[in-house]
């Protein structure tokens, strides 16, 4: 298991949780860590919301090639404002797909949530990169590339890894899959993860 996903006590209630489950707060000198319960109830109180916090038991989806993926989920307030990820978990820690999103704080969690289960059901039935003949993948013929970006241990995060499909993918192969394409021009659209295009 990675060390940055070891697990933690919070500070506050005692519970130990996964460290992706929680939130580090630093003022000067002093850091605490809080779970997600914990860190929503202390957001809520400071700004005098009426919130109750929900977690979410994790589910395994299964992508259009058959294969399962185990989502964990998180539920973050930020002011008025809830959000819902979902991360996928393999090896203890987040790696591979990752949805959210969000909403009024005020919402009814549970519609917030069946909306993003369907959102990811949707996503794992699309197919952008396939086993290829000179790469290790190549792009399916529908020519369209949708992931998400994220930091890179084995570059230190000087360029990004991309997921794709839900398969880490370095800058490195991904350049090495759009050779093929030599010639062609390409638009590249960056949007929020909440977003679905």
């Not at 820690?93 to 059901?121: I, T």
């Not at 190549?138 to 998400?148: F, M």
Request: proline share 2%; glycine share 10%.
């Amino acid at each position: 298991m990675n060390s940055n996903y070891r697990k933690k006590r919070c500070s506050d209630c005692g519970t130990e949780v996964s460290t992706y489950d929680g939130v580090y707060l630093s003022t000067g000198d002093a850091s605490r860590f809080l779970c997600s319960k914990c860190y929503n109830e202390s957001i809520s109180e400071a700004i005098g919301l009426n919130f109750d916090h929900l977690s979410f038991h994790p589910i395994i989806l299964t992508d259009r090639d058959g294969a399962d993926h185990t989502f964990h989920f998180q539920t973050r307030l930020f002011g008025d404002k809830v959000n819902i990820q979902a991360l996928e978990i393999k090896e203890g820690g987040p790696k591979g797909y990752e949805f959210s999103e969000h909403g009024d704080a005020e919402d009814d969690l549970f519609r917030l949530f069946a909306k993003l289960v369907e959102r990811m059901r949707r996503e794992l039935g699309r197919k952008h990169i396939a086993p290829g003949d000179l790469t290790r993948y190549s792009i399916t013929n529908q020519d369209i590339v949708r992931g998400h970006i994220t930091w890179d241990d084995d570059t230190d995060g000087e360029v990004p890894c991309l997921v794709i499909d839900g398969k880490e993918l370095s800058w490195h192969e991904f350049g090495r899959m759009l050779m093929t394409y030599e010639g062609f021009h390409f638009k590249l659209e960056i949007f929020e993860g909440t977003e679905e295009r």
